[in-house]
Every structure is written in structure tokens, then in C-alpha cells.
């Protein structure tokens, strides 16, 4: 539930929950008594709250609440910073908001465990960055922080990642991308199945490989080289592939 009696405001975070799988909005409600109204009818997820609202604000109606529903404060505000964590509300968002800093607002969310049955599976998020996991390979997606955004990049899309010390560059069918993000990090977050560590700097898609030798292989329109480390798991996995 969205509650906030600015319209374009409301409409930022709407948006923004239209963008997470597994979420949707419920209602957008204008004031405090609407929201009372329909929190007394229907079982709410989560409340985004406006704190300035006409009549009753957000945090006279988060004290009415007993904790019975999470919520993220979101004002123009920073006063009520302390006030509203005292009241032990989930998060506290600052207009205007970005999506980088919603997003880890949802991630609290999920952190919390109160998941409504329909999200997904887990959410697991490294600073700025986050792994949406689902039943299927193609809804899972990564998002990494590309010139101050949160870029999100399908996982079934990404060929091969290489190594820059602290940062990566994606490579997929569509783009390269350079994000602040350390390989290893990627090898143990992205599914095992669907991606393999062939040499110190490379990850790949097995399933986007087309021929291999003992030391090298070819993917996409690159020949990248396989570690000795790497090459009895790399070989087992690319025959199955290539079966």
C-alpha cells in the first residue's frame, strides 16, 4: 500500500514497485483514514507512508498499527528520521527517491523473512548490488551499479564476465558492462548450473560455448583461455554441454 496525498509522489513509488517481481501495488490511498480504512479490510504486505499528510500523519498512524504491518516512511523530511526508527519502521526514504535507494529498501523487506507467499525465493545483495532468484532462470536477473544507477542485467543475457580487480566487465548479447564488483562474489551468488569459473578472470554460460580446446575456448566472438585449475572441471562441464 502506497500512502501519500501527493500524486507524483505516490506514482515514483508505484512505478518503482512495478519493477520487483513478486510485488505489486495494492492500493494508493490519499490520507491516514483511507489507508485505516482499508488496512482494517484487506491483508497489506508492506505500507509505504507519507509522513506530512493532511489530519492524520504517518507517524500518528504508524503508532495506531502495533507493528501489525512493516513500513517504510517516505517524506521530504529528514526531522523525523529518529522519531520514525523509534518506532521501529523498516526504512526511512528521503524525496526524491532513486530507485537505487529503494531498492535496498525492498531488500530490508526481505531481510525481515515476512514474505508474502508469492515473492521470491530469497534475496541476497552485496552493497549496491542484488540477486533476484526465482524458480525460473529466465525471470532471474542481477542488478549492478553502472554511473550512479542500478542497471538491471537478465542473467540468461550474460555470455561471459571478466575480471578487473575490483571491478568486472559483463559482456552479453546485447552490451558490455563495467561495474564495482568482484568476480568471486559473482561465481558463488549466480547459479551454479547456468554458470562456470573457467581461469582466475573468467566466468562463463556454458550453454553460449561453441567449440573448446585443451587450453582455450570460443565464445560469442572471443577465444578466452582456460586455467590449469580450471580445466578438469571446465572440460567435464563443456562436454555435457556440447553433448
Not at 505489486?24 to 506530512?52: H, R, W
Not at 507517524?59 to 523525523?80: F, G, M, Q
Not at 542481477?142 to 564476465?161: A, E, F, G, H, T
Not at 568482484?182 to 554460460?205: C, D, M, T, V
Request: net charge neutral; proline share 5%.
Amino acid at each position: 500500500m502506497i500512502v501519500d496525498d501527493e500524486v507524483p509522489a505516490a506514482k515514483v513509488i508505484d512505478r518503482y514497485i512495478r519493477q520487483i517481481p513478486g510485488m505489486e501495488v495494492a492500493a494508493i490511498c490519499k490520507n491516514a483514514m483511507e489507508a485505516i480504512q482499508l488496512l482494517n479490510s484487506t491483508t497489506i504486505d508492506l505500507v509505504f507512508l507519507d509522513i506530512q499528510m493532511p489530519g492524520i500523519t504517518g507517524l500518528e498512524l504508524v503508532k495506531t498499527l502495533n507493528h501489525s504491518v512493516p513500513v517504510i516512511l517516505t517524506t521530504a523530511y529528514r526531522d523525523y528520521a529518529v522519531e520514525g526508527f523509534e518506532l521501529n519502521v523498516l526504512d526511512y526514504l528521503v524525496k526524491p527517491i532513486s530507485f537505487e535507494r529503494f531498492f535496498k529498501a525492498i531488500g530490508k523487506v526481505y531481510q525481515t523473512g515476512n514474505l508474502p507467499v508469492n515473492t521470491p525465493a530469497s534475496w541476497q545483495e552485496n552493497p549496491g548490488h542484488g540477486i533476484m532468484e526465482f524458480k525460473s532462470f529466465d525471470e532471474m536477473y542481477l542488478y549492478v551499479r553502472v554511473d550512479k544507477k542500478m542497471k538491471r542485467v537478465w542473467l540468461r543475457d550474460i555470455v561471459y564476465i571478466e575480471s578487473m580487480g575490483d571491478y568486472v566487465k559483463i559482456f552479453t548479447n546485447q552490451e558490455m558492462i563495467i561495474t564495482y564488483l568482484k568476480i568471486g562474489y559473482l561465481e558463488k551468488k549466480l547459479p551454479q548450473e547456468h554458470f562456470l569459473r573457467i581461469h582466475r578472470s573468467y566466468l562463463i554460460a556454458p550453454n553460449q560455448v561453441s567449440a573448446f580446446t585443451t587450453n582455450t575456448l570460443e565464445i560469442g566472438q572471443k577465444t578466452l583461455p582456460i586455467g590449469g585449475s580450471y580445466k578438469k572441471n571446465t572440460h567435464k562441464r563443456l562436454e555435457i554441454h556440447l553433448a
